[in-house]
């Protein structure tokens, strides 16, 4: 999970002013956390107390209001009786990792993957883009097998993970769609040969970058172990102290190689 939101931090800068190179900075004066990061925490939240993702969600949005949401999320969370709205964005993924750290079958994580999506994102598309990465982070952190990751994602959602990390870079743009992020962000992973190289990899296709490399970092912390402390310790500072606080709590919990 600190690897999901490392990714958001280190992509964020990224985010408009995009790079086609992987030789980049991870932290400058500018890195912040994003809505992905506070979505990434409600989930962990909901995990750690009662399992209400929706009220999760609702709560976290609404106490930092000002963390870069979509036009039609804002509208959800700012309605009284807030309602899915048929969305494939990709902010069903950037939020899914602490499932797939948290559950331990492949049923489990696609019924949660789904449950954490479906009160927003209630596409088929926005629903699977979440199943996809919840179960790649699960995989990784279980198999630890790249080819069999590759094929079982393939087989189950139909991504297309045959391209490679050059292929996409060269054509590649802005695209807040599921169905234009998860699978490049899988790539992203599949091709690194560590965490900060995977972080690399989505940062330099030139997309959405804070919520490529937040998919990507979560499921490279799972196959990788955890960020290491001068990563770790840079996450701390950006964060308030209630975003770091329980995201320590679900590390330790979960034994993502965290000690309070």
Not at 122 to 131: F, L, R, S
Request: some cysteine; glycine content about 10%; aromatic content about 12%.
């Amino acid at each position: 999970m600190i690897g999901a939101i490392a990714g958001d931090i280190i992509g964020s800068v990224y985010e408009f002013g995009r790079t086609k190179s992987k030789e980049f900075p991870l932290f400058g004066p500018d890195s912040q956390f994003t809505d992905d990061t506070v979505m990434t925490v409600a989930i962990a939240q909901a995990i750690l107390t009662d399992g209400d993702y929706r009220k999760a969600v609702l709560d976290f949005g609404r106490r930092y209001p000002d963390a870069g949401y979509g036009g039609f999320f804002r509208e959800w969370l700012g309605s009284p009786d807030p309602k899915p709205y048929n969305s494939w964005g990709n902010g069903s993924a950037m939020r899914v990792s602490p499932v797939g750290f948290a559950f331990n079958s492949v049923d489990d994580v696609l019924r949660e993957a789904a449950r954490t999506a479906e009160f927003t994102h209630n596409h088929p598309e926005g629903i699977k883009g979440a199943q996809a990465t919840a179960l790649a982070v699960f995989l990784a952190r279980t198999v630890r097998d790249k080819d069999l990751i590759r094929a079982e994602i393939t087989t189950r959602f139909g991504y297309d993970l045959a391209r490679t990390v050059d292929d996409i870079r060269s054509s590649y743009g802005f695209d807040e769609s599921c169905q234009r992020t998860v699978p490049e962000a899988i790539i992203a992973f599949l091709e690194s040969t560590s965490y900060e190289d995977a972080i690399r990899n989505a940062v330099s296709l030139g997309g959405d970058s804070d919520t490529l490399a937040c998919i990507t970092g979560g499921i490279a912390e799972a196959f990788y172990g955890p960020v290491s402390p001068s990563i770790r310790q840079k996450i701390q500072e950006i964060l308030t102290p209630e975003l770091w606080k329980i995201s320590e709590a679900f590390s330790v919990k979960y034994e993502l190689g965290l000690s309070v």
